[in-house]
């Protein structure tokens, strides 16, 4: 979807500026800045405002030959790692949470939810929902989090033109992945949950109730693996479970994922571990024909040494007060780190570069740590001389793609 205001047009009335705005699905108020962020939105707009057109010659292009991910529909992901209104649960999802969590005491929640971080820092992948009160436990105080990382994911992921029907999602607990996908493609049709905890499933399923998009929702009952059909599907997402297959179970459960998938999305805890089960992910979808479309903007070797860091970005996310209660926290807030491939089958356009960091600001300058489609990691800055260039850095955030154009300066040491 591309911005409008061509050169040679005049600033766009209010109205006209609204319906701009709507047209890019960014009609609403940004919780945590008073900034205006209509014409922001666009170069054109912005520079519009100021009267005077931009090049468009020199207009820095997205890295997928397209606008920048904030143009596009799906979940509204603010850059920079700050608050992410695409993070806030859909609203039925969290009225129907709220119900389901109401019929235990928070007290009961709070113990299950502290022996489940427990057993999670202990490192079992492979760590088994006890019951009924576990996965209300895990729904209350991971299931928003895990919800936040696959939208971030998958709305890195979707590029205008990819409109699935058939989601499968593997291992997919209580459901966050189908909310996530149904809030980045409508033209979702057909969803199946592979999912071996029965509790989990009549959790997700309650839930998915309240979801026109998921209430057809097929929820199946077993170990995902070679050994089961796979239902087909063009956008198959595993989300904060592939970690819990043992790790020689693996590379054959990722290429039964693929079987006949356009694109593959998998996402883990943005931890050490959680990245090298994405980076041996990636190896092997790789290995299976797939390109990487996100985060990285080459198929190459990783050029992250494992062991000295790790690729992973971050989402922000309200935190309710039950969920304040059950984690005994007082922050209103939680940042959820998360590590992601998604990998295709089909062409598709990709990034120049990708930003790793948060990116430094400083009077007239954004410093950038990016991974490039040279397969390398590089710092780059921009400064306020570079017009456009400068101005799209500064809205760019932690995660987003960056263009690479080639003006940018190398970092001083
Ligand atoms: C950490 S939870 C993640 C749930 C959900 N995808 C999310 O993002 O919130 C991992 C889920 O994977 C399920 N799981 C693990 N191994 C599985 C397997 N082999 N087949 C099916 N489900 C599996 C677990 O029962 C659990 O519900």
Do not use: N
């Amino acid at each position: 979807m591309r911005c409008a205001s061509p050169a040679g047009t005049r600033p766009p009335d209010p109205v006209r500026r609204l319906r701009l705005l709507a047209w890019s699905g960014r009609t609403r108020t940004r919780p945590f800045s008073s900034r205006p962020r209509s014409s922001f939105a666009c170069p054109q707009l912005r520079a519009s405002r100021r009267g005077f057109q931009p090049s468009l010659r020199r207009r820095p292009r997205h890295p997928s030959g397209l606008l920048p991910a904030r143009h596009r529909p799906g979940p509204r992901i603010r850059r920079g790692g700050g608050a992410v209104s695409g993070a806030l649960l859909p609203r039925e999802l969290r009225a129907g949470l709220d119900r389901e969590l109401a019929r235990y005491p928070a007290r009961d929640l709070a113990e299950a939810a502290a022996r489940l971080s427990e057993r999670y820092r202990a490192g079992a992948g492979g760590v088994h929902l006890r019951g009924e009160t576990d996965v209300a436990a895990y729904a209350a105080v991971r299931m928003p989090a895990t919800y936040a990382a696959t939208a971030a994911a998958l709305h890195r992921a979707a590029v205008p033109g990819f409109l699935p029907r058939r989601h499968l999602d593997v291992g997919g607990g209580t459901g966050a992945a189908i909310w996530a996908a149904a809030g980045a493609w409508p033209s979702i049709k057909e969803v199946t949950v592979v999912e071996r905890d029965p509790h989990a499933i009549d959790l997700g399923r309650r839930l998915a109730r309240a979801s026109p998009a998921l209430r057809g929702t097929t929820w199946r009952r077993a170990s995902a693996g070679p050994g089961l059909d796979r239902p087909a599907a063009d956008l198959v997402t595993m989300a904060y479970a592939l970690g819990e297959l043992p790790p020689e179970q693996r590379p054959a459960a990722l290429r039964w994922l693929a079987a006949d998938a356009a694109m593959v999305v998998i996402v883990e805890p943005g931890t050490p571990a959680g990245y090298a089960t994405i980076a041996a992910a990636r190896e092997v979808l790789a290995a299976h024909g797939l390109s990487i479309v996100a985060p990285c903007p080459h198929d190459g070797p990783c050029p992250i040494r494992q062991g000295e860091d790790w690729c992973h970005f971050s989402v922000r996310l309200p935190r309710s007060a039950l969920h304040r209660r059950v984690k005994a926290g007082t922050l209103g807030f939680e940042d959820e780190r998360f590590s992601y491939v998604a990998a295709t089958t089909m062409r598709w356009p990709r990034a120049g570069a990708r930003v790793l960091r948060h990116p430094g600001r400083r009077k007239g300058m954004v410093s950038l740590r990016v991974c490039t489609d040279e397969e390398s990691v590089r710092d780059v800055t921009v400064s306020r001389r570079q017009g456009e260039l400068y101005r799209l850095a500064r809205d760019t955030g932690w995660g987003d793609a960056w263009p690479r154009t080639g003006e940018e300066g190398d970092e001083p040491p």
